[in-house]
Structure formats: structure tokens, C-alpha cells
């Protein structure tokens, strides 16, 4: 892929001016910004995008071959990218939180948001929005809601980290994964990658969406990346949700 880059210092949100105007950018457009002012995550929920010197980007993908069945799969090949790139910059311990974070142990760095743009019934634009917490201090940390890390309090010698290059490698890492997974026979070796990348195998979780909450035992991944749970329905793979982990 040859990405061509967008940077703003201020914008509202990477996804939304993806979105707004998909139509006249290049396949492969990538739209970074130094603070959001409306920066979101699923659901309306608000991903805090102050901070200058984070990873706040948007990838549009124009000409994809997909179909809505396999879009789970994308957050989680970007998490691929991510937990890859962190392995990279020395920090281990980071997993793939299905359905869109990565956490380095029991706190998010990371998250994606994949919004689509439609043309009709068919698929104009795939964005896929990351928000990776590269240079974000504890005090700006400790303001999040919910626990929360970043590159810099996970690194050994607490030296800043380059957004820039961490954003040139985790997009050569996800132009690999996404190749991988756009051969349909090399599918498995994906659902490898994100078993050997979570940490939710075996464990007892809630999935919850608007209508209903199910308890169940997370079994594996599908190739359209699914979550397969063994829950009081049977063995069943599910699509979207928020999956928290139960104590047992
Ligand atoms: P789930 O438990 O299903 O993963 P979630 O609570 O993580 O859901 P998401 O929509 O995935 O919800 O992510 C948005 C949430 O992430 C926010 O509600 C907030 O708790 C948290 N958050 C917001 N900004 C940041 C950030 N910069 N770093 C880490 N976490 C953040
Ligand atoms: C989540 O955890 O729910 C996803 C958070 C995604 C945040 C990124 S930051 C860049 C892009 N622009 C947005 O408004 N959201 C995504």
C-alpha cells in the first residue's frame, strides 16, 4: 500500500473528515491530527484526543472486497498492527481486547473505531480510526475514566516515543496483516496471530448489547472475526458487543 498522509494539528475528528470526504481522496488516504476536538469511540462514547504528541489517525480504504459479515475483522487486524508495533518498541504484554482495543495487561493503550461509508447498498469507504496513546503522561492518564496506559509509562527507559515513526510502523505492520487476510486461503494464519494476541481464551465473560447480555466462555475466534462463545446457547460466534471479563 502507498499511503499518502494528511497531517492537521487541530481537526474535530479523523473519522469524521474520512467520512465527510471520502468521496475526493486518494485510496489508501491516511489523516492524522495532533488533538481532536471531537475525537469518539463506539457508540458516541468520547475518546480523549487533548494531548498533543499521540497517535490520533484514520485509514480509508476505497477499493475493498468485503463483505459486511467479514467487517469484524478489521478492528482486529489493525490490532494486530498495534500489538506488533508495540512488541517493536520493546513493550510486551500487549493483547488484543476483541472487539477494537489493546491492552497491555488490564489497561487500554489503544483503540479503533472502523466506521463505513455508503453508496447505496455498496461500500464507498471503509475508515479505520486509531487512537494510540504514544506520549501520554500518568497525570493525563489518570483522568480517563477507565484504566488506561501509554507507550511512554510502559517503556523501560521512559523516553518519548517518535509519532511519527510509530505511525509509519504500525501501518507497514497492518499492510501486512491486511494482505494476509485479503488471500482468503491464508485466513487461519490470521485467526492464529489474534488467538496467539488475546487473552481471552477460556475466560468467562458478559457480552452486552442493547437488548440482552449473554455469560458465557470465550472458545475462539471465526475467520470473519467473530468471538465464539460457549454460552447457555450453545457454541455460537458473535459479531459486535462489549465483552468484559468475569471474575470466576
Ligand atoms: P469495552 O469495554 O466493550 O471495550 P469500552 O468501555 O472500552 O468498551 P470503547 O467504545 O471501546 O468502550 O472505548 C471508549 C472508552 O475508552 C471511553 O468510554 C473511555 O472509557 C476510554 N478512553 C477514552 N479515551 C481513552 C484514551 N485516550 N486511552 C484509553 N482509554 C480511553
Ligand atoms: C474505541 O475504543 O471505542 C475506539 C476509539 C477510537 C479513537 C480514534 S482516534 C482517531 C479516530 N478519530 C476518532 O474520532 N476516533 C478514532
Known amino acids: 500500500m502507498k499511503f499518502n498522509i494528511l497531517s492537521f494539528d487541530e481537526i474535530n475528528s479523523t473519522n469524521q473528515y474520512l ?4 468521496p475526493n481522496l486518494e485510496n489508501y488516504t491516511v489523516v492524522t491530527a495532533n488533538k481532536q476536538t471531537q475525537g469518539r469511540g463506539r457508540k458516541g462514547r468520547v475518546w480523549e484526543s487533548s494531548s498533543n ?9 476505497k477499493s475493498i472486497d468485503i463483505s459486511f459479515e467479514e467487517l469484524s475483522s478489521i478492528p482486529q487486524i489493525m ?8 512488541q517493536m518498541c520493546g513493550i510486551s504484554k500487549s493483547w488484543i481486547k476483541w472487539p477494537n482495543d489493546v491492552f497491555v495487561d488490564d489497561q487500554k493503550i489503544c483503540g479503533v473505531l472502523c466506521e463505513t461509508r455508503l453508496k447505496g447498498i455498496s ?9 494510540l496513546n ?12 477507565k484504566p488506561a496506559t501509554s507507550m511512554l509509562v510502559q517503556s523501560n527507559d521512559k523516553k ?15 499492510d501486512k ?18 488467538r496467539q494476541n488475546s487473552r481471552l481464551i477460556g475466560k468467562a465473560v458478559t457480552l452486552s448489547d442493547d437488548q440482552k447480555t449473554i455469560y458465557g466462555t470465550v472458545v475462539d475466534f471465526s475467520e470473519n472475526g467473530e468471538v465464539i462463545l460457549q454460552s447457555e446457547n ?6 459486535y458487543g462489549d465483552l468484559s471479563l468475569r471474575l470466576q
Open 160 to 174: 518519548p516515543f517518535s509519532t511519527k515513526e510509530t505511525l509509519h510502523v504500525v501501518l507497514q505492520a497492518f
Open 234 to 239: 450453545g457454541l455460537k460466534a458473535y459479531s
Open 177 to 194: 496483516h491486511f494482505k494476509l487476510w485479503q488471500q482468503k486461503e491464508r485466513r487461519s494464519e490470521i485467526v492464529e496471530l489474534w
Open 134 to 145: 504514544v506520549n501520554l503522561p500518568e497525570t493525563e492518564l489518570q483522568k480517563i475514566d
Open 123 to 131: 461500500l464507498e469507504g471503509l475508515i479505520i480510526g486509531v487512537g
Open 53 to 61: 504528541d499521540n497517535l490520533y489517525f484514520s485509514l480509508l480504504i
Open 79 to 86: 490490532g494486530l498492527a498495534v500489538c506488533e508495533s508495540l
Open 19 to 22: 467520512l465527510e470526504n471520502a
